[in-house]
């Protein structure tokens, strides 16, 4: 027994396969995915005679959407697709970018502390504000401070 397509089963599962493929690549809320789901299940419901041929439909489409998401996931993988989405430069050091994570420029820095540092807190140096450990004692606001002692991201201040 084969399902009558008719123009609405075949107009239905073009909408539904566009909408699915336009979420897979869109990201947000989801209403193409949903809309596309909608109009998947509207034309298995309007086609199937039976269960048994619903059933067919649907794994079928499953397996149209499976291979959809291989080729969307491959193209992204191999930057064959929203190449804006790939950094093409680097940021080197030697061209002024500098990571978080290296901060041993700051040693011997001199600045303010912003806050009251009980041991931790934040200071400003040279108008950027860091979040810094002092070196145990406690630290009043407004009171100048140097970095000792760079540990990672980890900035260790005293009292001067």
Known sequence: MVPDITVLTITLL?????????????????????????????????????????????????????????????????????????????????HGYISSSDLDYLLDKKGIAITDLRPAGSVEIEGVKFDVVSDGEYISRDSKIQIVKVNGVKLVVKKI
Request: hydrophobic share 60%; with cysteine; proline share 4%.
């Open 14 to 94: 073009i909408i539904g396969f566009i909408l699915v493929f336009v979420e897979m690549h869109v990201p947000g809320f989801g209403v193409p995915g949903i809309a596309g789901a909608i109009c998947l299940i509207l034309a298995v419901v309007f086609t199937a005679q039976s269960f048994a041929q619903a059933l067919m439909m649907a794994l079928g489409i499953l397996a149209v959407l499976g291979t959809m998401l291989g080729i969307v996931l491959t193209c992204f993988t191999k930057g064959k697709l929203f190449k804006p989405l790939i950094l093409a430069e680097e940021q080197r050091k030697e």
